[in-house]
C-alpha cells in the first residue's frame, strides 16, 4: 500500500516569513496530494491540492509542488499569518473508478509567532 | 446544503453501551467515509460506503458497524467499546466531477468510552 512521510513534525515561524512542509510518497501510481489544514478541535478542511500532471500549483499565499520523479511534494506557505497555525497533513492518493482511500502523513504543527 | 454534518458533537459513553454516529450530506456525493483520529495523529480510515455499499473495511472490529440507509445518510453503530476507542470520529464525503475529486470532511463527533 501507499505510505506518506511527512517532515517536519512541528515547524515555528514569524509572521511575514514563510513555511515549507514536505511529503513524500511510495506508490508511483498515486496522482493526487491534496493538503488539509486542521485547526484545533476542528475538521481537516482542504487547502490545496495538485494532480500529477501538473508541477506547480499556487493559491494565493499558498503553493503546492510536486516531483513525480522523486515521489515528493511540498506545501509552501508565504507571508505567514497567526491565523495560519494549524496542524497540516498531506495526503496521497490513487484516482479511479470507485472508493478511492487518501493516505495522510503523519501532520505537520505549525506555528506562526506574532 | 454545502456541507457535512455529524451528530452529535460530543458523546460520552460507557463500556456496556449502544449508541450510534450520525453524518449527513445533502450534496449529491456518492461514497462516504468514516474516519477514526486520535490526539495529534492524522485521520485513520475506517469504512468506504459507495453508491451505498460498503466497499471498504479496513480490518475494524466488529464493535463498530456501519450503516448506510440511503445516499445521504451514514450511521456508525457502537456497541462494548473499549476506553481506546475514545478519539475524534470523522465524516467525510467525495465529490467528483471532471477534474475535480475531492474529500469533504464532518466536524467530528468527539467520543469519550469510560
Known amino acids: 500500500g501507499e505510505n506518506v512521510e511527512q517532515h517536519p513534525s512541528t515547524l515555528s515561524v514569524q509572521e511575514g516569513d514563510s513555511a515549507v512542509i514536505k511529503c513524500t510518497y511510495s506508490?508511483?501510481?498515486?496522482?493526487?496530494f491534496p493538503w488539509y489544514k486542521q485547526e484545533l478541535g476542528k475538521r481537516p478542511q482542504l487547502i490545496i491540492d495538485?494532480?500529477?500532471?501538473?508541477g506547480e500549483k499556487k493559491d494565493q499565499r499558498i503553493a503546492v509542488t510536486l516531483n513525480k520523479t522523486a515521489k515528493h511534494f511540498s506545501l509552501h506557505i508565504t507571508e505567514t499569518q497567526p491565523e495560519d497555525s494549524a496542524v497540516y497533513f498531506c495526503?496521497?492518493?490513487?484516482?479511479?473508478?470507485?472508493?478511492?482511500?487518501?493516505?495522510f502523513g503523519t501532520g505537520t504543527r505549525l506555528t506562526v509567532i506574532p | 446544503d454545502t456541507e457535512v454534518t455529524q451528530t452529535p458533537k460530543h458523546l460520552v459513553m460507557g463500556m456496556t453501551n449502544k449508541k450510534s454516529l450520525k453524518c449527513e450530506q445533502h450534496?449529491?456525493?456518492?461514497?462516504m467515509y468514516w474516519y477514526k483520529q486520535k490526539a495529534k495523529k492524522p485521520p485513520e480510515l475506517m469504512f468506504v460506503?459507495?453508491?451505498?455499499?460498503?466497499?471498504i473495511n479496513e480490518s475494524v472490529p466488529s464493535r463498530f458497524s456501519p450503516e448506510c440507509p440511503n445516499s445521504s445518510l451514514l450511521n456508525l453503530h457502537l456497541h462494548a467499546l473499549q476506553p481506546e476507542d475514545s478519539a475524534l470520529y470523522l465524516c467525510a464525503s467525495r465529490w467528483t466531477s471532471g477534474s475535480q475529486d475531492t474529500q469533504y470532511f464532518g466536524p467530528g463527533t468527539r467520543l469519550t468510552v469510560l
Open positions: 460506503y459507495s453508491y451505498e455499499k460498503l466497499s
Open positions: 495538485i494532480r500529477s500532471n501538473v
Open positions: 450534496m449529491g456525493h456518492r461514497a
Open positions: 495526503a496521497a492518493q490513487l484516482l479511479q473508478t470507485g472508493a478511492n482511500n487518501l493516505f
Open positions: 506508490d508511483s501510481a498515486s496522482n493526487y
